[in-house]
């Protein structure tokens, strides 16, 4: 019995000796599972795409950037300040300065520039034309001109004989009034204008902001001397002139060559007569500005002492003159290039 007892205490304490053993085996791999899990886990949220450092790498790149972003809108910040300020900037962010004050009037200076509305569709961009400022004062109001041509007046005929003569006199003697009514047409739709003329006409203006006296010209009776011969045809030696020399361009010249908008590169009429006269011809020309800006004159007409007679043709451009409404409004611009011209409102 006691043999039994010892034996059966043997194999009890062999067993849990064994099971002893085999719960601390288990334990550790458990445990080293757990820690590789933990490890990998630890790694990833250290070294992983969205990891501890790569967040904080990221981090530091915002915080550059940021600073760099704040201190180039505090730069902007400090520029817009400064040109509104100076009444040169805009508030907006935009290109576009600030406007002092809100009609054209109290901004414009002469050579600015001026997007026109003209009301005429089929002109420019839909009716809109870049115009520059003649005139900003009391005597003369609220003036712009087209910067290039608007279109070309053809005016005077080619001939040597009586029916040409007619004919090319007849322009002459018209010539003003017509470049003045095709300026007309520049300001009769549209919504900013009163009146239109063609540069180099009588440039004053009336209480009603009207041109008044554009078509304000010397009358004149030329008749070609007894001792000449008289041209083939003739029934007298009335030359059929009515209109003598008149000096109406000299003050657009004189503004438009202060402000820089006198020459264009293209040729254009002026709405002024320029009557030669020597003592074996007469010459009947109306004035118009060269490529290079020099002021020429256009024979319509020539009547020489030898009974000769010669008439001639010119085309070239019109630039109208806008007389504008006083409280025409700016609604963007400076004027102070073509890209930024004063947009206009009412």
Same mark, same amino acid.
């Given at each position: 019995?006691?043999?039994?007892? !010892?034996?059966?205490? !043997?194999?009890?304490?062999?067993?849990?000796?064994?099971?002893?053993?085999?719960?601390?085996?288990?334990a550790l791999?458990i445990?080293?599972? #757990?820690?590789?899990?933990?490890?990998?886990?630890? @790694?990833?949220l250290?070294l992983g795409?969205?990891?501890?450092?790569?967040?904080?790498?990221?981090?530091?790149?915002?915080? @550059?950037?940021?600073?760099?972003?704040?201190?180039? =809108?505090?730069?902007?910040?400090?520029?817009?300040?400064?040109?509104?300020i100076?009444?040169?900037?805009? %508030?907006?962010?935009? *290109?576009?300065?600030?406007?002092?004050?809100?009609?054209?009037?109290?901004?414009?200076?002469?050579?600015?520039? #001026?997007?026109?509305?003209?009301?005429? %569709?089929?002109?420019g961009?839909?009716?809109?034309?870049?115009f520059?400022?003649?005139?900003?004062d009391?005597?003369?109001?609220?003036?712009?001109?087209?910067?290039?041509?608007?279109?070309?007046?053809?005016?005077?005929?080619?001939?040597?004989?009586?029916?040409?003569?007619?004919?090319?006199?007849? *322009?002459?003697?018209n010539?003003?009034?017509?470049?003045?009514?095709?300026?007309?047409?520049?300001?009769?739709?549209? /919504?900013?204008?009163?009146d239109?003329?063609?540069?180099?006409?009588? /440039?004053?203006?009336?209480?009603?902001?009207?041109?008044?006296?554009?078509?304000?010209? #010397?009358?004149?009776?030329?008749?070609?001397?007894?001792?000449?011969?008289?041209?083939? =045809?003739?029934?007298?030696?009335?030359t059929?002139?009515?209109?003598?020399? *008149?000096?109406?361009?000299?003050?657009?010249?004189?503004?438009?060559?202060?402000?820089?908008?006198?020459?264009? =590169?293209?040729?254009?009429?002026?709405?002024?007569?320029?009557?030669?006269?020597?003592?074996?011809?007469?010459?009947?020309e109306?004035?118009? #500005?060269?490529?290079?800006?020099?002021?020429?004159?256009?024979?319509?007409c020539?009547?020489?002492?030898?009974?000769?007679?010669?008439?001639?043709?010119?085309?070239?451009?019109?630039? /109208?003159?806008?007389?504008?409404?006083? *409280?025409?409004?700016v609604i963007? =611009?400076?004027?102070?290039?073509?890209?930024?011209?004063?947009?206009?409102?009412?």
């Amino acid at each position: 019995m006691k043999k039994n007892l !010892k034996s059966k205490s !043997k194999y009890e304490l062999l067993s849990k000796k064994t099971n002893s053993k085999g719960i601390t085996l288990i334990a550790l791999i458990i445990t080293i599972i #757990v820690l590789l899990i933990l490890a990998g886990v630890t @790694i990833n949220l250290t070294l992983g795409e969205n990891g501890i450092f790569r967040t904080a790498e990221m981090a530091g790149k915002n915080y @550059i950037d940021a600073q760099d972003k704040e201190l180039a =809108g505090l730069v902007d910040f400090e520029n817009t300040i400064n040109n509104i300020i100076g009444g040169t900037g805009s %508030s907006s962010g935009t *290109d576009t300065p600030a406007i002092k004050d809100d009609t054209l009037k109290g901004n414009a200076q002469p050579g600015d520039y #001026v997007k026109y509305d003209t009301g005429i %569709s089929s002109v420019g961009n839909n009716g809109i034309v870049t115009f520059r400022v003649l005139y900003n004062d009391d005597t003369y109001g609220l003036q712009i001109i087209s910067d290039k041509n608007m279109e070309t007046v053809t005016l005077g005929t080619n001939g040597n004989d009586l029916t040409a003569w007619q004919a090319s006199i007849t *322009d002459y003697n018209n010539g003003i009034a017509t470049l003045n009514q095709k300026a007309e047409y520049y300001a009769t739709s549209s /919504p900013y204008a009163i009146d239109g003329r063609c540069v180099g006409s009588v /440039p004053t203006i009336g209480v009603d902001g009207k041109f008044n006296a554009k078509n304000t010209e #010397v009358e004149g009776t030329y008749s070609v001397p007894d001792s000449w011969t008289l041209p083939t =045809g003739w029934s007298s030696r009335d030359t059929g002139c009515q209109k003598g020399t *008149d000096y109406n361009h000299t003050t657009d010249r004189t503004a438009m060559q202060a402000a820089n908008i006198w020459i264009t =590169g293209e040729e254009y009429w002026l709405a002024s007569r320029w009557v030669f006269s020597f003592s074996s011809a007469y010459y009947f020309e109306v004035l118009n #500005v060269s490529t290079s800006g020099n002021t020429s004159s256009m024979g319509f007409c020539r009547v020489d002492a030898n009974g000769i007679m010669d008439t001639f043709s010119y085309r070239h451009g019109l630039r /109208p003159c806008i007389s504008l409404k006083s *409280d025409v409004k700016v609604i963007a =611009g400076d004027g102070k290039s073509e890209a930024t011209a004063y947009e206009l409102g009412i």
